[in-house]
């Protein structure tokens, strides 16, 4: 039904508003992390911390010649370990989250099971209905 998702939304948008969640218009903005930077103790640059702190690591080798990177960025590795939790910790909700319910079963999956069974059922009826007949 086209439309229909846009009316949902709008009446999202209005509950929201409502609620005094979301922006001005009731959306509810995704906070993105801003995340944290560091600045090299040596240069002054500034750098995101990530979960692999790929980009301090390469900074600290190729322009300070530092093998240990936690020499230019004090706590670095702190941050990193903080921000892969953090991530795995999300990426596990939201694969939990997948279309599957409780019994950890998709929709089509279930419908398989139930059409199954009732095969299983029909089966086992005729079968029987069968030897009754038979029997005379
Ligand atoms: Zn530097």
New binding site residues.
């Given amino acids: 039904m086209p439309g229909s998702n846009k009316t949902e939304r709008n009446r999202m948008l209005k509950a929201n508003r409502a609620a005094g969640i979301g922006d001005e218009m009731g959306r509810i903005v995704r906070v993105k992390d801003p995340g944290v930077t560091l600045v090299?103790?040596?240069?002054?640059?500034e750098l995101k911390c990530t979960k692999s702190n790929t980009e301090m690591k390469n900074?600290?080798s190729s322009?300070?010649g530092k093998a240990n990177y936690e020499e230019?960025f004090e706590g670095a590795e702190a941050h990193a370990k903080a921000i892969a939790e953090r991530v795995s910790k999300g990426g596990g909700a939201a694969g939990g989250g997948g279309g599957k319910s409780a019994d950890g079963l998709t929709k089509a999956e279930r419908k398989k099971k139930a059409d199954a069974g009732l095969d299983d059922l029909l089966g086992a009826g005729l079968a029987g209905a069968k030897s009754g007949k038979k029997g005379k």
């Fill in positions: 090299c103790t040596i240069c002054k640059a900074h600290a322009k300070h230019c």
